[in-house]
């Protein structure tokens, strides 16, 4: 089946510093999305990429969408204290019957104020 | 608008036992979906529905579990009976449209601890 590798599996930052995250796929994605999960909460939506290529922002977030539609990576910018979770990359094929998406593993960022 | 609302929130049961574990997705959402992550592991597709029917269910890992969706509306998911490898947080999300992020949203999921 189709699978994400997500990397880094987890980091730990200093307060103020740039992070950088990634995925890779074996196979072509529709859509791209990145979320955050928080403890005791679900995965909430971050960003949502559509075109391959597409580099999208969302305040001290920025993603991009890899021009062959397999890969994608993640960018926070001056990290604070509560950017810390659990970040996931995700694939979508929408159309016909699929809606599932499908998950990396994870990276777990820590942020040290 | 009130948010998919996922009970009960943690359980710990013992193995070979039974566990369900209930789904409210948004109101007016036909397309409700379970997924699991199992610690340190990716978040997991199991089923979808598409009102009260089965779609797609080629995530369900056995025979033990056991998902509904009476009425179309909350849906409910039964492991029976829970072994070790069940652990982990089932998470449930709904849809307004299928294949489609149209209000694609994640309720909080349940812990699921099998001891």
């Known amino acids: 089946g189709q699978q994400l590798n997500q990397s880094p599996q987890s980091m730990f930052i200093q307060e103020g510093e740039d992070v950088s995250m990634n995925c890779t796929s074996s196979?072509?994605?529709?859509?791209w999305l990145w979320y955050k999960q928080e403890p005791g909460e679900g995965p909430v939506l971050l960003i949502a990429?559509?075109?391959?290529?597409e580099l999208t922002s969302n305040g001290r977030l920025t993603a991009q969408f890899g021009i062959t539609r397999k890969d994608s990576f993640l960018n926070i910018s001056a990290s604070i204290p509560s950017d810390v979770g659990i970040y996931f990359c995700?694939?979508?094929?929408?159309?016909?019957?699929?809606?599932?998406?499908?998950f990396g593993k994870g990276t777990k960022l820590s942020v040290k104020p | 608008e009130a948010g998919v609302t996922q009970f009960p929130s943690h359980s710990v049961i013992e193995k070979g036992q039974t566990v369900t574990l209930r789904c409210d997705p948004i109101?007016?959402?036909?397309?409700l979906y379970w997924y699991r992550r199992v610690m340190g592991k990716e978040i997991k597709f199991l089923l979808h529905?598409?009102?009260?029917?089965?779609?797609?269910e080629s995530g369900m890992p056995n025979n033990r579990f056991l998902a509904e969706r009476t009425g179309g509306t909350y849906s409910t998911l039964k492991v029976q009976p829970a072994e070790l490898e069940d652990s982990g947080v089932y998470f449930c999300?709904?849809?307004?449209?299928?294949?489609?992020?149209?209000?694609?949203?994640f309720g909080s999921g349940t812990r699921l601890t099998v001891v």
């Open positions: 999300a709904s849809s307004a449209r299928q294949g489609s992020l149209d209000g694609y949203t």
């Open positions: 196979s072509i994605f529709n859509t």
């Open positions: 990429l559509y075109k391959a290529g």
């Open positions: 995700a694939g979508l094929n929408y159309g016909g019957s699929q809606g599932n998406l499908i």
């Open positions: 109101s007016g959402h036909d397309n």
């Open positions: 529905f598409v009102k009260e029917s089965k779609q797609d």
